[in-house]
T-cell receptor, first 113, second 111 residues
Framework: AQSVTQLGSHVSVSEGALVLLRCNYSSSVPPYLFWYVQYPNQGLQLLLKYTSAATLVKGINGFEAEFKKSETSFHLTKPSAHMSDAAEYFCAVASGGYQKVTFGTGTKLQVIP | NAGVTQTPKFQVLKTGQSMTLQCAQDMNHNSMYWYRQDPGMGLRLIYYSASEGTTDKGEVPNGYNVSRLNKREFSLRLESAAPSQTSVYFC??????????FGQGTRLTVV
């Protein structure tokens, strides 16, 4: 079985500060890992994905995530927060092509001016 | 560039009424999903369909049925709506690399 744990349901950062959203996964096979973002009253959209290529993955809007197998982690970072980054972020895992996707419970990011 | 289209966007039902949420994707994806999203609980999988002609239960299937009508369409039916089914429902489809594409959601209220 696969699962995802997101640490912290709410994270607040100041504008310009580092953003760090934590995700740990469990998977019996090498996983596919994803971060999605959801803005208010919208569906989810893909920020970035890891599919067993480079361990440091760059996504849209300046976000990146690093796959660390030894720590079973896939934390999302951005060097400098912008007001427009305020949203809910979801980590997700799948066990390979065409396999079911499992989502974490989400982390709401607040950016303080 | 339609992607995943869900209808309706909003719906209010009385307890005991039935309804079907429609979902269609134009990306030729094999897999399709129905999730519900509730505050503090993230996305919970109701049903999914790995390919045309197959459906499987997810975490919270009780009170719901699905139909994979063809490769494009995957509908979710509430036979007898209950207030506990008040939620936002999302349909999604995935490519081989399991990147999920989501619809805009259906906000359902059961009174």
């Amino acid at each position: 079985a696969q699962s995802v744990t997101q640490l912290g349901s709410h994270v607040s950062v100041s504008e310009g500060a580092l953003v760090l959203l934590r995700c740990n996964y469990s998977s019996s096979v090498p996983p596919y890992l994803f971060w999605y973002v959801q803005y208010p009253n919208q569906g989810l959209q893909l920020l970035l994905k890891y599919t067993s290529a480079a361990t440091l993955v760059k996504g849209i809007n300046g976000f990146e995530a690093e796959f660390k197998k030894s720590e079973t982690s896939f934390h999302l970072t951005k060097p400098s927060a912008h007001m427009s980054d305020a949203a809910e972020y979801f980590c997700a895992v799948a066990s390979g092509g065409y396999q079911k996707v499992t989502f974490g419970t989400g982390t709401k990011l607040q950016v303080i001016p | 560039n339609a992607g995943v289209t869900q209808t309706p966007k909003f719906q209010v039902l009385k307890t005991g009424q039935s309804m079907t949420l429609q979902c269609a994707q134009d990306m030729n994806h094999n897999s399709m999903y129905w999730y519900r999203q509730d505050p503090g609980m993230g996305l919970r999988l109701i049903y999914y369909s790995a390919s045309e002609g197959t459906t499987d239960k997810g975490e919270v299937p009780n009170g719901y049925n699905v139909s994979r009508l063809n490769k494009r369409e995957f509908s979710l039916r509430l036979e007898s709506a209950a207030p506990s089914q008040t939620s936002v429902y999302f349909c999604a489809s995935t490519s081989f690399e399991v990147e999920a594409f989501f619809g805009q959601g259906t906000r359902l209220t059961v009174v």
